[in-house]
């Protein structure tokens, strides 16, 4: 299990608001099978928005009509959208801005960075700079700021000079920013940090609970976890002390109880503090569908809310539940079981992954394929490894090559690769040779495998290095100027101004 302190979840949550959309990790070696699923769910067909959606050819989208299947907009964008609101944003050497249905250029591509409309305004980034427009392509809000958060309630957080506060629709700092972390409102009450010290504050500014603290939480239901020196306490909305809570860990409160942890052992608080479940367990998990595993002495249940067991688990293993399936292990053999205990997928492999979709990974003697809920072979165990689908594609490796097979276990494009990535906006990295290159959806290779580094496509763009330069591509390969990277690198040809 991994147990998140609720340190951990602040941290993730503030990560969430404050990483720049279409960032990518890099792609190195090891790096296999990672999900994109932000921009796996880019192209999702909407069967609403007056039927057109964004489609590929060649390289490009354009759009049609999703019942006619006629084209509307000729295919000459690196990336579209779906239509949200009569808008969709489109993306052109690495310029983005928003078409309406008939394919007028609404808003001009003239952004770095566009977000989706949130409370009629979409937050841009133009030479590293963030603003907001609003739906008539007009800008409302200069990018003067660092980094700037989307809409909530009226509100905006913005980020100066490493200095956070909130502006309003007009521009207004109605926030100062003065603080080096900020939360968004919850309850009325939003959580800030300056220097070491958290509280909080009202939407007028004032500061309605004392910075004293080391970490806080959102207020919930009047509530909210908070930590002073080595301890957690639970206050009300005033700050008034509810509870001292004297634990190593603890969790966010899930049906009433949090998971909490002291001294090595597990047991659940409810939100006076009291302990509701006693601290008897050598691993927990947080409360899902009035039941929560846990194991003691290397027997595992399911339990309640009064911490009554309710099934017990005669396993060596038992996993969380992922979609109300839970992997299990005995014996060496691993299979599934649904909540109420009952296997649903006869413990019968070596080893099995969690459902992604409808299909599992499942191993025998060395060797992977995919079942499904049923347990049967979908794919057969075949392979030296495999990684699950995305986009319909699952990369496999044979000996020490690896390609893609379809949902079918047809072979889309022969195992030819020292390393294959998953696609994004049409395009896979794929290593030859000791260097990195990209390959479309039919095997060809569209950009040169010369690359020591790759990252993966965004917004049509994709970060890459060769030697000590590190540029941006286009999707022909040719380098475009973006974000203050030049095109100052021998041999690179340079990617023509968008129209």
Known sequence: MVFFSQSASIKIAYMKIFTAPGTMPAVRTGLKGMLHTFLCGA????????????????????????ATNTQLVTPKYDMAYEFRDGLAKVVKNGQSGFVDT????????????????????????QAR???????????????????????SEGLAIVERKGKKGFIDK?????????????????????????????GYINKAGAVSIALNYEEVSPFMDGQALVKKGYHWLLIDNKGRQMASLLYNNISSFSEGLALVESDGRFGFIDRSGRVAVSFEYDYATSFSDSLALVKTNDVFALINHYGEVKISLPYDEVSSFSDNLAKVRKNNKWGFIDRAGKITIPLSFDEVSHFSGDLAI????????????????????????????????AIVRKGDKMGYINRQNQVVI??????????????????IKGKFGFIDQTG????????????????????????????????????????????????????????
């Open 362 to 393: 499942a191993t025998k003697n060395d060797k992977q394929g995919f079942i499904d809920k049923t347990g049967k072979t979908v794919i057969p165990m075949t392979y030296d490894k495999v990684y699950p689908f995305v986009n319909e594609l």
């Open 170 to 198: 007009k521009g207004m700092a109605v926030i100062p920013l003065a603080y080096d972390e900020i939360l968004y409102f919850s309850e009325d009450l939003c959580g800030v940090r300056r220097g070491n010290k958290w």
């Open 129 to 151: 700079k963030w603003g907001f427009v609003d739906k008539k392509g007009k800008v409302v809000i200069p990018a003067t700021f660092d980094f700037a958060g989307s809409f």
């Open 414 to 431: 022969p195992t030819n690769f020292d390393e294959a990535y998953d696609f994004s906006e049409g395009l896979a990295g794929v290593k």
């Open 444 to 499: 060809k290779l569209v950009i040169l495998a010369e690359y020591d580094e790759i990252h993966y496509f965004a917004d049509g763009l994709v970060k890459v290095s060769k030697g000590e330069s590190v540029f941006y591509l286009n999707k022909e390969g040719k380098c475009v100027p973006y974000k203050g990277y030049n095109c100052n690198v021998e041999g690179i040809a340079i990617a023509a101004p968008a129209n």
């Open 102 to 125: 008939t394919g007028r250029e609404i808003i001009p591509l003239s952004f770095d960075y566009v977000s989706s409309f949130v409370e009629g305004m979409a937050r841009f980034e």
């Open 43 to 66: 192209l999702a067909v909407s069967v609403h928005a007056q039927q057109k959606i964004p489609y590929a050819e060649g390289g490009l989208y354009g759009f049609k009509d999703q």
